[in-house]
């Protein structure tokens, strides 16, 4: 008897060294140019955060990692690598993420786990609409019998689709193609297509590049605007530890954007090509992003919304959500932090409440950083005193959307002035009474205080 034991005890310890000293690769597709995937995405990747917390005890000691990240402009090409078992991980956001879900549901025996969030906002904003500068079209009821393009199959389709449906604009009549977003930014500054939709930050890079006006934000549809993170069941099946080390690293990525929101974009810029301050707009406290991992009730509700679009649009099949949302990856790695996942999960920032009475107008400075201003008004004043100084001092300058709440840049926002008070509008429709740009803003208080 005492020999039986023997026996099963050295087969289990030749198969622990056998599976320990296997190559595991871990493949995972994102969007170095989509500012909501980041905290899964480049973040991790640059900073090195998966290795951080891959397992290295246990069934997983001597095993070798091999981790290949793959970039795309978009989440569509992502499920099809994941269909063909290319990629084990996908970062994409809300519509890309329910047809990943679908089509995975669509076959006999694939599934896929949406296991993280990355980022909200949760009125919509990151969508939007964009034309030419110079433009004559004002609404998206102008688009009718214009041609527009964006990434088909992605958030910002999805958010087109569902603005159409909320004006009674029939689809039919706007002529879309499909282009990514550097395609779609580019014709946009050569007036080369009527209008493009995208996802963050493309709005606002042709905003900051002066290429481009939003003509609809994400926000008018009022619906939170989500990424997150979707894993192959049969990987996270066999590799649970590994599915939970990347939950970790995606906390990790958070804090670290939060802990100095300077540091992040102007690294940010670095390993994306796009502008520090579009990263700032985003990534900043009262910015454009709420950086939490947890999957919230309020999400999945809006996930089944954004599916019952989708199935009456585009006719996709059904999704079962109670199969395919599992947060067991994302609590266990919140307990393992010894962070507490159902506080995290109460906590919803609402961009009205929160910005456009707290937060403070910005300019951010080329030697000074960050600076604050308790107004509107003082801001613009700061700026032209600090241009008269140096015309190539300051990056860029942030407001507070009146009516969204949603953070913004300041050259591109519509100034209403009552008496001493100086208010900030996204839309030049939404102020009353005579409305200036920031150019007209910033002569005007200089004059006056003169």
Known sequence: MVHVKLFVVTILIISVKA??????????????????????????????????????EGKYQGATFKINWQDYTSGPPITQLMLSNKLQFGVMGDYPLIVNGAKFQATKSLRTHYIAG????????????????????????????????????????????KAFADQNIDANKVSIISQSPTIGAANIAHNKIDAHADFCPWSEIMEFRGTGRKIFDGSEANVAYLHGVVVREDFANKFPEIAVAFAKAIIHAGNWVKEDPVRAATELEEWTGIEKEVQY????????????????????????????????????????????????YIRQ??????????????????????????????????????????????????????????????????????????????????????????????????????????????????????
């Open 333 to 450: 790695a919140f307990s393992e932090l010894g962070l507490n996942y159902e506080q995290q999960l109460e906590k919803i920032v609402d961009p009205i409440k929160a910005n456009s009475v707290i937060e403070p107008a910005e300019i951010w400075h080329r030697t000074r950083g960050i600076l604050k201003y308790r107004s509107v008004s003082d801001m613009i004043v700061s700026w032209g005193l600090l241009n008269r100084e140096s015309d190539d001092a300051i990056y860029s300058a942030y407001v507070y959307d009146k009516t969204t709440g949603v953070k913004m840049f300041a050259h591109v926002a519509s100034f209403q002035f009552e008496k001493e008070l100086v208010t900030a509008f996204m839309r030049k429709n939404d102020a009353s009474g005579k409305v200036l740009n920031f150019e007209q803003a910033v002569n005007r208080l200089a004059h006056l205080s003169q």
């Open 118 to 161: 990355t980022g909200y906002n949760l009125r919509g904003s990151g969508n939007a609409i964009v034309v030419p500068i110079d433009s004559d079209i004002q609404s998206i009821k102008d688009l009718v019998g214009k041609k527009m393009s964006m990434p088909v199959g992605s958030a910002a389709w999805g958010m087109t689709l």
């Open 281 to 328: 707009l985003y990534f900043s406290k009262g910015g454009m992003l709420t950086l939490d991992p947890t999957i919230k009730p309020l999400w999945i509700e809006t996930l089944v919304q954004d599916h019952k679009v989708l199935a009456r649009e585009k006719n996709l099949s059904s999704l079962d959500f109670n199969d395919w949302i599992d947060d067991q």
């Open 19 to 56: 599976w320990s000293a296997e190559t595991i690769h871990i493949n995972i597709g994102h969007q170095s140019t989509c500012t909501d995937t980041y905290t899964a995405g480049v973040i991790v990747q640059e900073l090195k955060l998966l290795e951080k917390y891959l397992p290295k």
